[in-house]
């Protein structure tokens, strides 16, 4: 069954960023609940940052799932990637992901690698090697959350913040290229909406490999708030049978209250159960 959820972010240095409510975890569960969402998705500073019984008696008591859990803290605050020249900041952005899995495995939840993944061709890295160090890094870190029964969630994102991995199909070969099985993709609608030439056609072509879903329009609002046609996108995702999350990461506009209200009657709208 497809499911809805909702972005909590508790990380000051994102401030500006595309997340629904902020700063307040029990707040932001307590409305996910009162708005009928299935779950939320947390953006923490790091693994450590949240206690996990506090985080497991929240979603309990208010009858939530942990969507999945972001790693982009290690980025935004640490400057931590796992495709830097120095081997030991590549060892501490691992370690940041795993003290995450940690954090979601537990729960159920996988850790999402979006920005974690870095870029080639600065600081003297060349695009072959930054690929084997990523491609090391999803190999160790997917086998890792295995162990906790859930996928690593792997995200192309537009080019003005990665050169790593862009569209869908590109993931999807970076997948199969690798050992683990255990690493899923993420198709953000915002970022397929500047990469993608069909958004349809895209998830259609990442049958299988799809895991998880970043539900927003073109201009990064909540969706139905810019110009992306959300029928073709919710068919492809039907036929090719997707029902992981439909996961609300959009800039609280017009304010958070309004922006996770117009996602889930977007949600109901595009994929009425
Ligand atoms: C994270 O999910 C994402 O989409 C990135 O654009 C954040 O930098
Ligand atoms: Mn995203």
Not at 9 to 36: I, M, Q, T, Y
Not at 63 to 69: F, G, P
Not at 87 to 100: H, L, P, Q, T, Y
Request: a negative charge; hydrophobic letters at 45%.
């Amino acid at each position: 069954m497809l499911r809805s959820a909702v972005t909590i972010s508790l990380v000051n240095e994102a401030r500006g960023g595309p997340f629904v409510f902020w700063d307040d975890l029990a707040g932001g569960c307590r409305k996910a609940a009162e708005l009928g969402f299935d779950a939320v998705e947390v953006f923490p500073p790091s693994g450590d940052a949240v206690d996990p019984q506090t985080l497991k008696k929240l979603l309990v008591d208010n009858r939530l799932t942990l969507a999945a859990v972001g790693t982009g803290a290690g980025w935004v605050r640490g400057k931590l990637n796992l495709t830097l020249p120095d081997a030991a900041k590549r060892a501490e952005a691992r370690a940041f992901i795993k003290s995450i899995i940690d954090l979601a495995g537990p729960l159920g939840a996988p850790a999402i690698i979006g920005s974690m993944q870095g870029r080639h061709s600065v600081d003297g890295v060349d695009q072959q090697t930054a690929r084997g160090w990523l491609s090391e890094a999803l190999e160790e870190l997917g086998d890792y959350a295995r162990g906790y029964a859930t996928p690593l969630i792997y995200e192309p994102l537009n080019r003005y913040e990665t050169n790593m991995v862009n569209t869908v199909e590109q993931g999807v070969a970076l997948l199969k290229s690798l050992n683990t099985k255990n690493v899923l993709l993420l198709a953000d609608l915002f970022h397929m909406n500047i990469e993608e030439v069909d958004t349809a056609a895209a998830l259609r072509a990442g049958r299988g490999l799809i895991g998880h879903v970043h539900f927003v329009d073109s201009n990064r609002r909540p969706a139905g708030n810019g110009h992306i046609d959300f029928t073709p996108i919710a068919a492809a995702l039907k036929e090719i049978g997707y029902d992981r999350y439909i996961s609300a990461e959009a800039l609280p506009w017009p304010d958070n209250d309004t922006a996770a209200k117009q996602t889930i009657e977007a949600f109901r709208k595009f994929f009425p159960r």
